[in-house]
């Protein structure tokens, strides 16, 4: 009788500790989550009110908040340290400058090949678009045999810049 009671007891602490981890591990996600809405709500009320600027003035406060095209370098330093930081090797790539004539921002388009497991590519993803600046225009996944860890991906993001400093 001991013996069971002292197993039940046991179980009771394993399945205690489980559900505890899984809360603590959710009240840090909803922790994060909380203070990213609390970023944006101050970011939003540093905004002056609508109401007191013109169209025109919200429009260029729109494209002020693009970076200017001397910190293109910047960027695709942070591209590069993102791949270094996920073990990935970018050996080539390919970077397009284009412009309409009424836009007033620039876009660079750069196009790498990548090869590294999923987990290495998506995090890397991941890290580079966290640049708000920065799109994911394209992105194509290539994986010779299905058992294979490594995949070969064609990622095309698009680095906005302002055309008018």
Known sequence: MGLAGLGLLLVALIAWLVLVQADQHEFAKLTRTLEALHTQEIQKNALPANSALSKEEQV?????????????????GALYRAAEKNDLVL??????RTRTGSDRLIRYRV?????????????FMDKVLKDPNMALENATFKRDKVDDL???????????VNAKP
Do not use: C, H, N, W
């Open 60 to 76: 260029d406060i729109f494209y002020r908040a693009f970076p200017t095209e001397d910190l293109v370098s910047e960027s695709l």
């Open 150 to 160: 490594t995949v070969d991906a064609k990622l095309s993001f698009i680095l906005f």
């Open 91 to 96: 050996e080539t790539g390919e970077y397009t």
């Open 111 to 123: 196009m790498l090949p990548v090869k590294g497991t999923f987990k290495q590519v998506l995090a």
